[in-house]
């Protein structure tokens, strides 16, 4: 079992910023990719950014590409998602997803652990 405790969401003006983190424990060994998603009121989950814990490569949703960041400090077990220049349409409850499995990257369904979720806010 993973287990994934997200961190960082709040209440941001638009154009402001925020990173958020994801800490995960348990058995991280067994994960190879970790990823952030969100969902905003009556909208379905959306894929936002992954990355791949061994060569970090990245993936992307288009609406974020140059706003968004992912990272990953491996020693830490850590992913983090620095964000840039909020939208108001970036609110959502942001969550942090872990893959063990070898899954299509950018979607829900390939991964396997989830955290509780995160509030971001943005205001217009």
């Known amino acids: 079992q993973v287990q994934l405790v997200e961190s960082g969401g709040g209440l941001v003006q638009a154009g402001g910023s925020l990173k958020l983190s994801c800490a995960a424990s348990g058995r991280t060994n067994s994960m190879n990719a970790m990823g952030w998603f969100r969902q905003a009121p009556g909208k379905a989950r959306e894929f936002v950014a992954s990355i791949t814990l061994s060569g970090s490569s990245t993936w992307y949703t288009d609406s974020v590409k140059g706003r968004f960041t992912i990272s990953s400090d491996n020693a830490k077990n850590t992913v983090y998602l620095q964000m840039n220049n909020l939208k108001f349409e970036d609110t959502a409850v942001y969550y942090c997803?872990?893959?063990?499995?070898?899954?299509?990257?950018?979607?829900?369904?390939?991964?396997?652990?989830w955290g509780q979720g995160t509030q971001v806010t943005v205001s217009s």
């Open positions: 997803a872990a893959r063990i499995r070898t899954t299509p990257i950018t979607r829900a369904g390939g991964y396997d652990y």
